[in-house]
């Protein structure tokens, strides 16, 4: 069964740190490429991450480049979100989605995923 669980959120400060983790069932992380996402009350979702395929290649949004790390483990099957130097603007729910397709583009792009799973909230907050 594929099924996507995402989990480490919480309330955290202004230039905190948090570690979300999507326990991938089912998939094969060599040949998946794991997305975060995340959208915000009154916002259009966003793509926040990727990490993708046996190399491991990364994308990050210019949004979070720089604070955001995406990494995963294979033998647990997990992929990771560090993020760092969180602020006001990261406030959001987060989503972990998998995407069978390695070929093409558009690697923060929901629409191209085909699995998701049902989100943790993050709030920074002072």
């Known amino acids: 069964q594929l099924r996507l669980v995402e989990s480490g959120g919480g309330l955290v400060q202004p230039g905190g740190s948090l570690r979300l983790s999507c326990a991938a069932s089912?998939?094969?992380?060599?040949?998946?490429?794991i997305g975060w996402f995340r959208q915000a009350p009154g916002k259009e979702r966003e793509g926040v991450s990727c990490?993708?395929?046996?190399?491991?290649?990364?994308s990050y949004s210019d949004s979070v480049k720089g604070r955001f790390t995406v990494s995963r483990d294979n033998a647990k099957n997990t992929v990771y979100l560090q993020m760092n130097t969180l602020k006001l603007e990261d406030t959001a729910v987060y989503y972990c989605?998998?995407?069978?397709?390695?070929?093409?583009?558009?690697?923060?792009?929901?629409?191209?995923?085909?699995?998701w799973g049902q989100g943790t909230q993050v709030t920074v907050s002072s």
């Open positions: 089912g998939f094969i992380l060599d040949n998946t490429a």
């Open positions: 990490i993708r395929g046996s190399g491991g290649l990364t």
């Open positions: 989605a998998a995407r069978i397709r390695l070929y093409g583009s558009r690697w923060l792009d929901g629409a191209t995923y085909d699995y």
